[in-house]
């Protein structure tokens, strides 16, 4: 099976279904929406917020689509896809993103981290937007490290966005004990869910529209066992649809099939 051939005989002008959408081709389902709109409240706002959701439900691809609008010159966004273990983790990534050279001792670099976060704000004048992405997998000494910042920052004279995106065990985390601190300075919570069955069904027209295809592609049948074995979540819904494509072109199908998307799900269950 080449792609190549399968991009020839489906018509389309690039495969569908890619990982690689720039921020202005992005869907627009409701949750996608919101947790936009709350990022950029607490970009605005200089406050913290907790963006979680299950895998694949588009947390990552929200903050993205969020920062994209920034203006640069005012703002200095630090991305830290892969947190760290520890303390030294993300203060030593806070401090490398800001161009220094992490101190060795934790008592040295915890204030190093604040300074440059601090005159990030007071000499450039920009606002900081910190976003620790995969934070479900913090560990307790790094989140006691996330609480830390937020005290120093969250004060009226340093302030920055901090925002958390991770699976849904963060939420229960932050909720224990030792994290009341955090939990209370959150303002923003927001949980991306999947997206409905008609969400689902223009989300693939989206995607398809992109690489060419605007008219029906996918049988009606097809797209509701998609929804559902997907719940909805986009990446699934990559996942499945791109198997369908490669089980009907196969199948030398014109129409992406419920039986298409059968065989789709079967291969994707039996990984
Ligand atoms: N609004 C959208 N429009 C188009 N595609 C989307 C949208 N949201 C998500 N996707 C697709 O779903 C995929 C998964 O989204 P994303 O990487 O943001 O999930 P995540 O919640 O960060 O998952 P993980 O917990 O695994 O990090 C993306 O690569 C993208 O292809
Ligand atoms: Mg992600």
Not at 3 to 26: Q, S
Not at 104 to 121: M, N, S, V
Not at 124 to 130: A, D, H, Y
Not at 223 to 238: A, K
Request: hydrophobic residues 45%; neutral net charge.
């Amino acid at each position: 099976m080449s792609i190549d051939r399968l991009r020839a005989h489906y018509g389309f002008t690039r495969m569908p279904f890619g990982k690689d959408l720039a921020p202005g081709m992005l869907h627009a389902h409701d949750a996608h929406a919101q947790a936009v709109a709350r990022i950029q409240w607490c970009i605005s706002e200089q406050a913290i917020g907790v963006i979680s959701g299950e895998c694949g439900a588009g947390k990552t691809v929200a903050a993205r689509a969020a920062i994209a609008g920034l203006d640069a010159s005012r703002h200095t966004v630090l991305y830290l896809g892969t947190p760290g273990v520890g303390l030294r983790g993300i203060y030593g990534l806070i401090v490398t993103e800001l161009g220094g050279t992490p101190r060795f001792h934790h008592a040295a670099l915890i204030p190093q981290a604040q300074e440059l976060l601090a005159a990030e704000a007071s000499e450039r004048g920009k606002q900081v937007v910190l976003i620790i992405d995969e934070a479900h997998l913090l560990d307790a000494e790094s989140l006691e490290g996330v609480r830390c910042l937020s005290n120093m920052g969250m004060d009226q004279t340093a302030p920055f966005c901090l925002l958390l995106l991770g699976q849904p065990t963060l939420r229960h985390r932050l909720r224990r004990g030792a994290f009341t601190a955090l939990d209370q300075r959150i303002a923003v919570r927001y949980s991306i869910t999947g997206l409905d069955a008609k969400e689902t069904h223009s989300y693939v027209q989206h995607h398809l529209a992109l690489a060419g295809r605007s008219d029906t592609l996918f049988s009606d049948d097809a797209l509701t066992l998609i929804h559902e074995v997907s719940r909805g979540l986009p990446r699934l819904i990559n996942n499945l649809a791109v198997a369908s494509l490669i089980a009907a072109f196969t199948a030398k199908k014109a129409i992406i099939d419920e039986s298409a998307a059968r065989a789709a799900v079967a291969e994707i269950s039996a990984e």
